[in-house]
Nanobody, 124 residues
Framework: QVQLVESGGGLVQAGGSPRLFCIASGRIFITFTMAWFRHAPGKEREFVAGIKCSGGATYSAESVKGRFTISRDNARNTMYLQMNSLKPEDTAVYYC?????????????????WGQGTQVTVSS
């Protein structure tokens, strides 16, 4: 069993640069592919960015490419999402997720564990 806890969200002005954190319990964090998803009101949950076990490979959605950076520190059981140049359309609940698959997948049902989410609200 893996428990994921997100933090770092809140109310941010457009153009801001908050950093989200996802802390995982357990010693097997390093074995999971990790990802960030987001869910905005009236929209479906969407993939934001993913990172493989070792942190050597990442993939980001086109909507955030060049603005958001995903990373992980396996020694700290922590994943990060550095968000830059925020836009009002980035407003959503952001979730971290862990998958046993050894590749980055954008499909939410491929992820086995989910955090409770952290709200990010971008004001214009």
């Amino acid at each position: 069993q893996v428990q994921l806890v997100e933090s770092g969200g809140g109310l941010v002005q457009a153009g801001g640069s908050p950093r989200l954190f996802c802390i995982a319990s357990g010693r097997i964090f390093i074995t999971f592919t990790m990802a960030w998803f987001r869910h905005a009101p009236g929209k479906e949950r969407e993939f934001v960015a993913g990172i493989k076990c070792s942190g050597g490979a990442t993939y980001s959605a086109e909507s955030v490419k060049g603005r958001f950076t995903i990373s992980r520190d396996n020694a700290r059981n922590t994943m990060y999402l550095q968000m830059n140049s925020l836009k009002p359309e980035d407003t959503a609940v952001y979730y971290c997720a862990a998958s046993r698959r050894h590749y980055i997948t954008t499909v939410s049902r491929d992820y086995d564990y989910w955090g409770q989410g952290t709200q990010v609200t971008v004001s214009s």
